[in-house]
C-alpha cells in the first residue's frame, strides 16, 4: 500500500523566535488562524524543552501554562480551549463560556470566534476541520486508536449536525508518526483487519494513509484533504515523540477563527 500522499510544503512561520508551521490548504482564509507550533522558544526544560503544551506529564505545570500563553498571545486570540484527551471519541461543541480544559474530549467544534481549538500531540495526528461556507471549525486528536475508533468520521458527523455538508470540509493533518516507525508487533490484536494492507513492513503501518482512506469514505473531497507526510519520529528537533522517548512534551495545533 503506497504512502498517503496528499503532501503539500507546509509554510514555516517566525515570531518573537516561535516558530510554527501552516497548511497551504487553509491560506485563502485570512479570518482563519492555524498552526503547529514547534517546540522552540518555550520556556520548559529537559525533556521538555521548550515549547511543551502538556500537562500532566512532568513538567512544571507554570512552565506549561506559560508556554500556552505565548501562544495565545502570538495568534491574537482571546483564549486557547483544549480537551484532556483520553483516546476517545466524544466531539463537544465549545462555546464562549465553555471551561478552557474539556473533560473526556478528544474533538473540539465551534462557530464561536476568538476561540482557538488546541490538540496537544507527540505522535498522534491532530487534524484541523474548517468548512468556510458555514463558519465552522474543528479540531480533532487521533492516536492509533482514534484511528481504530473512527473519530474522523465522527467529526463530520458533528459537523453535518451543525448544517454542514462533508465536500464542503476542509482537512488537515499534522506531522505525526509515520510509517517507517509506526510499528505494532501485536498488530493482529491490536488492530481491524481493514488496517492490515496499509502496513508498508510486517508490523509497520501507514496510519496516514488510514486517515485518508477514513475521511474519504466519510465524504470528505480528495483536492480539500492535507496530510503533512512528515513524521514526528524523525525530526526530534521540531517535534516532541513518545516512540522516540515516553517522557516528552507535546506540540501544540491550533485552529481558529479572528474575532
Known amino acids: 500500500m503506497p504512502h498517503a500522499g496528499l503532501s503539500h510544503e507546509m509554510k514555516r512561520q517566525v515570531k518573537r523566535g516561535v516558530s510554527w508551521l501552516e497548511f497551504p490548504l487553509f491560506s485563502s482564509y485570512p479570518h482563519l488562524v492555524q498552526g503547529v507550533f514547534l517546540r522552540h522558544k518555550g520556556v520548559s526544560k529537559g525533556a521538555f524543552a521548550s515549547l511543551n503544551v502538556g500537562a500532566g506529564i512532568g513538567d512544571n505545570e507554570e512552565h506549561v501554562k506559560e508556554n500556552l500563553e505565548i501562544i495565545r498571545a502570538l495568534l491574537g486570540i482571546e483564549r486557547l480551549v483544549q480537551g484532556n484527551q483520553v483516546h476517545g471519541t466524544q466531539i463537544v461543541q465549545v462555546e464562549k463560556n465553555s471551561p478552557s480544559l474539556v473533560d473526556e ?11 482557538g481549538l488546541l490538540i496537544k500531540h507527540a505522535d498522534c495526528q491532530a487534524a484541523l476541520f474548517f468548512d468556510p461556507k458555514k463558519e465552522i471549525i474543528g479540531a480533532a486528536h487521533a492516536g492509533w486508536r482514534g484511528n481504530v475508533k473512527q473519530i474522523y468520521t465522527k467529526m463530520v458527523s458533528s459537523f453535518a449536525a451543525m448544517g454542514s455538508r462533508p465536500e464542503d470540509l476542509l482537512v488537515a493533518i499534522s506531522p505525526s508518526l509515520g510509517p517507517d516507525h509506526a510499528e505494532f508487533k501485536e498488530y493482529r490484536k491490536m488492530l481491524p483487519k481493514s488496517f492490515w494492507p496499509f502496513q508498508v513492513a510486517e508490523g509497520r503501518f501507514d496510519l496516514w494513509a488510514v486517515a485518508k482512506k477514513e475521511l474519504l ?10 496530510i503533512a507526510s512528515l513524521c ?4 526530534p528537533k521540531d517535534f516532541f515523540s513518545y516512540r522516540r ?4 512534551g507535546r506540540n501544540g495545533t491550533v485552529i481558529a477563527l479572528k474575532s
Not at 110 to 115: A, D, F, N, V
Not at 232 to 235: A, G, K
Not at 245 to 248: D, E, I, K, R, Y
Open 245 to 248: 522517548n515516553p517522557l516528552t
Open 232 to 235: 514526528s519520529f524523525c525530526h
Open 105 to 115: 474530549c478528544d474533538g473540539l467544534i465551534t462557530e464561536k470566534r476568538g476561540l
Open 217 to 226: 469514505e466519510a465524504g470528505v473531497l480528495e483536492k480539500n484533504l492535507q
